[in-house]
């Protein structure tokens, strides 16, 4: 499989709804070659704005252009989207229930050499608890391009997350089973069922492959959207599960981990793993070192699963 970063993805897709419908604008706080929307103003540079290194201010303006009526994406590194922009996604988006989407790039530890200051970990855990607020993380770019074509067609807030490395295609091109609030079962193994977002999916199908070799199947979910969660499949694989692993590249806390904990304790209790950052910040290193260093490939997920067997 090819490996396409994910804000290429988005950048793509932009261009192709901007070049279709004259009230879509895009916003980006200086980054606009990083988020790749400069794709996107290539196409329409009426309709794109940079911001400057101002992402709260951002943010304002683009609940002022959805007030009018128009789709607006405004992007920058999810730190900076969800932390320093906080109270006006909040207050002056979510409150309103305005049409923004919110598509952050760069987030997680997978953003490497930038360091800690610029690893958001706790992205979701922000979002998810706004009211109003969609949630999603796609596993790779053909997944990206489905979910910005989902929430363009959504009215309402919406928060997307990708991150910065290239990573492997997962689906087929044009051939994307994506619903917000609907999670894809990739593989239906039994007794462990690992339940997977972002990049942590493909680690998942890799762990399978290995897992495989050793008779042990296990059952793949690419939980794309984490906000609304998909109730239903949770507790369809708790009912015929033994254990749900869930990883992400995010802190256990607040994030899909706990997303999925919140529906197992109330609908259906079952053993759950988390996998994710635990509990720290990331670090400066190669994308690989930093995955390695916090115990996120599919060889983590093959020693958790043997260790149920």
Do not use: W
């Not at 604008?25 to 980054?31: I, P, R, W």
């Not at 363009?152 to 490395?165: D, L, W």
């Amino acid at each position: 499989m090819a490996k396409i970063a994910m804000r290429e993805a988005y950048g793509k897709t932009l261009a192709k709804l901007a070049a279709q419908d004259d009230h879509v604008m895009v916003l980006d706080a200086d980054l606009t070659g990083s988020t790749k929307t400069a794709m996107m103003k290539k196409v329409c540079p009426s309709r794109h704005f940079n911001m400057g290194i101002a992402e709260s201010n951002m943010m304002g303006v683009a609940a002022g252009m959805a007030a009018q009526g128009n789709v607006v994406f405004a992007s920058s590194f999810a730190m900076f989207a969800t932390g320093r922009a906080y109270e006006q996604v909040r207050n002056s988006i979510a409150y309103p229930r305005l049409n923004v989407k919110i598509c952050a790039t760069h987030a997680g530890i997978t953003v490497g050499e930038d360091g800690a200051s610029h690893q958001a970990i706790e992205d979701i855990s922000l979002m998810r608890s706004v009211p109003n607020m969609i949630v999603v993380v796609p596993a790779d770019a053909y997944e990206t391009e489905a979910a910005i074509q989902a929430v363009y067609q959504h009215n309402g807030p919406c928060y997307v997350r990708m991150g910065r490395s290239a990573v492997e295609t997962i689906y087929e091109e044009d051939n994307v089973p994506f619903v917000i609030g609907k999670g894809n079962v990739l593989r239906q193994g039994k007794r462990v069922a690992v339940i997977g977002c972002g990049v942590m999916v493909h680690e998942a199908l890799c762990a399978y492959e290995e897992l495989k070799k050793a008779g042990m199947e296990i059952t793949v979910v690419d939980m794309h959207t984490i906000k609304p969660i998909d109730k239903e499949l949770i507790i369809n694989l708790s009912q015929s599960h033994d254990v749900i692993i869930t990883a992400e590249e995010h802190s256990i806390i607040g994030g899909l981990g706990s997303a999925v904990s919140e529906v197992l304790s109330q609908y259906a209790p079952c053993r759950q793993i988390m996998m994710g950052v635990q509990d720290c910040f990331g670090g400066s290193g190669t994308p690989d070192a930093l995955m390695a260093k916090h115990h996120l490939r599919s060889e983590d997920i093959v020693a958790l699963v043997k260790e149920q067997f």
